[in-house]
Nanobody, 125 residues
């Protein structure tokens, strides 16, 4: 069982930046890892994801502003978020998928079996 722990959330003004981190409790081969978010009253949506081959996928709403990366030596996934907007306000979750079925569907949440507890991001105007 792998545990995922997110950190780096907080409150920033519009235009600001945050970097989220997701630390895995131990090394586990993950076919895909991703960031998802859920705002109050809205469905969870995929934000950014990366597979073991290095392919990435981003939601249209964050393209050009967010960057996903990983440090395999540290078992850590990152999400660099720049030019933040109030509509980016949400709880952000890290997720990992073991099965390769996630490839090609990187932003589809039901392919992911492991989830962190989330970190809150609040962007004020």
């Amino acid at each position: 069982q792998v545990q995922l722990v997110e950190s780096g959330g907080g409150s920033v003004q519009a235009g600001g930046s945050l970097r989220l981190s997701c630390a895995a409790s131990r090394y586990t081969y993950s076919a895909c890892m991703g960031w998802f978010r859920q705002a109050p009253g809205k469905e969870r949506e995929g934000v950014a994801a990366i597979d073991s081959r290095g392919s990435t996928s981003y939601a249209d709403s964050v393209k050009g502003r967010f960057t996903i990366s990983q440090d395999n030596a540290k078992n850590t996934l990152y999400l660099q978020m720049n030019s933040l907007k109030p509509e980016d306000t949400a709880m952000y979750y890290c997720a990992a998928a073991i099965s390769g079925a996630c490839r090609g569907y990187l932003l589809v949440s039901h392919h992911y079996g492991y989830w962190g507890q989330g970190t809150q991001v609040t962007v004020s105007s």
